[in-house]
Structure formats: C-alpha cells, structure tokens
C-alpha cells in the first residue's frame, strides 16, 4: 500500500530520530572505550554487554507485546544479523575507536548506505545500473584517500577495521529487512537481541572491566547510551519510519547521518571539526545520494 502523505511526513520524523540518534553512537563508543592512551571500557564488554542489557529489555517488550515466536525458517535470518549488527559492527567500531577519533570514524563508515546497497544487490538478486557501481568504487576511493591523507600516507589497522564494520552492518541489515517484511520491525531487533542472549550475557560477565570502579563516569554513561538508545530504542524509531513512510524515501534521511555525527563529537568528546574532514564528509554523503537515486533491476530468473 502506498504511503499517504500523512503517513510520509510522520515517517521522515520517525525516520530522522532514529539517524539522530544512530549518529550519537560514534562519539558514544568512543567516550566509553576511550582512547589507546586513556583506555576505559573494553571493547569487547562494550559489544557484549550492551546487546545483552538490550537482549533483557527486549524479552520484556516481546511479553508484554505477546510477539509470536520466529519460525524456523526465520532463524538463519536471525542469526545472520545477530553476526552483522550485534556482534560485528559494535565490535569492530569499539575497537577502531580505541585507535582514531570519531571524525575520523565518521568519514570511513560514511558509505554504510552504499554497503547496504551492495548487499541487499547481491541479497535480492538485483542488477545496479553502472552508475551505482562507479558511486560505490568513488565512495570507497574517497575514504581511502581520507584515511591515507590521515595516516600520513598509508592506511591504519583501524581503518581496516571500520571497514569491517561498515561490512558487518550492511549484512545485518539486509537480514534484518528481510525479517522485517514477515514480522512486525520493531520486533526484529528484539528477537535478534533475544536470541544472541547465550552468547552474549556470558562474554559480558566474562570481560566485565577489571577495576570497574575505576572506569571515568563518563564511560559509563556512554556504555549507558550505547545500550538504550543504539543498540535498542534507535532500531524502534528507524523501523517505524520505514514502515510509515516507505523504504526508499525514508531512507534517504540517512545521508545526514556521518555529518550529525561530526557535529556531535565536538560537544561530546572535544574533538576539532577540521576543513578537510567536512570536504571529505560532503564528498562521501553526495556519492552516497547520487548512488542511492541510481536505477536496479532485478535479475532475471535462470
């Protein structure tokens, strides 16, 4: 069914707090690991810990809503986002963040929503046009060279890792609209969440931070945000947005995304808005436009 106009405004709203809130998980991560010469949080309790807080908030939400349990078929959806957006993304991010600063990190996973595209390309059997596919090759060559320009020449391990990250999120995301178009979208996160709670309430027990009291409160309130709002609360917004306002237009919020996330380091973290990282930054989020409004086409069937 086709949105009504009503229903396309109020999913851009929707649409909009969700990127704004996303945007605040860069700077976020990064208050709470913190840097390589002041660590706080380890990365890897960050990653576990905060998807199983979620994990308990969500077997509340899914009681009180009374959600069917996923079906069998449904379950490799699930775990394939779990990998994507619980374990791989958080884990990958909180580890580059320990190295560079959240600008920095900003720029690099700027072409998430080129990812995206790529994966969900491959995914649902679609064929890019060659525009999209020389969008994506610019896009990436633009962080590489961003990140080049930053490490003096060469790239660092922690640029390989947003990548990674960038990576890991564009699958999980694919799998989650995929599960997104058979149950209802605020359900998805909370079921992957859910599910990945075996894994995920042991390895935070088991990294939880040695001279925990030590850790700087602001740490902890960025552990605190990560876990609410990123991992949980953002994925509710973004969902109902896509939902109210249809995919293809809402989504396009989303190019705001890396620049939100540069204005909010400064504030958050102290961080300096350099010219050079707003020039890389516009550059990333018009490859990303332009890439976004290229035409796909479906495979035909073999």
Do not use: N
Not at 36 to 43: C, E, N, R, V
């Amino acid at each position: 069914m086709t949105p009504t106009r009503h229903d396309e405004t109020r999913g851009l709203w929707w649409g909009l707090v969700g990127v704004v809130i996303f945007a605040m998980t860069l700077p976020m991560t990064r208050l709470a690991v913190g840097p390589a010469s002041d660590p706080q949080l380890p990365p890897l309790f960050v990653t576990a810990g905060r998807a199983a807080a979620a994990g308990v908030l969500s077997v509340v939400y899914l009681l009180s809503t009374r959600a069917p349990r996923p079906r069998g078929d449904q379950l490799g959806a699930i775990a394939v986002s779990a990998l994507g957006t619980v374990v791989g993304f958080p884990l990958f991010l909180s580890l580059a963040l320990r190295e560079v600063d959240a600008m920095h990190a900003a720029v690099i996973t700027g072409v998430l929503p080129l990812g995206t595209a790529v994966a969900a390309a491959i995914a649902f059997r679609q064929r890019p046009s060659a525009g999209f596919w020389t969008c994506a090759v610019v896009g990436c060559g633009l962080v590489l060279a961003f990140a080049a320009l930053r490490g003096s020449g060469r790239l660092s391990a922690a640029d390989g890792l947003l990548l990674a990250a960038v990576a890991s999120a564009s699958v999980g995301y694919v799998a989650g609209a995929r599960l997104s178009a058979q149950m209802k979208a605020e359900q998805v996160i909370c079921w992957v969440l859910v599910l990945s709670l075996p894994f995920t309430a042991p390895v935070s027990w088991a990294t939880w931070p040695v001279g925990a009291a030590t850790v700087h409160a602001g740490a902890w309130l960025g552990f605190a945000y990560v876990t609410l709002f990123s991992m949980w609360l953002g994925f509710f917004a973004w969902y109902r947005g896509l939902a109210l306002g249809g995919t293809v237009r809402v989504s396009q919020v989303q190019l705001v995304q890396p620049f939100l996330a540069l204005l909010f380091a400064v504030p958050v973290l102290g961080e300096r808005l350099e010219p050079v990282t707003v020039m890389f930054s516009i550059a990333v989020i018009a490859t990303v436009f332009i890439g976004k409004k290229m035409p796909t086409h479906m495979k035909a069937a073999s």
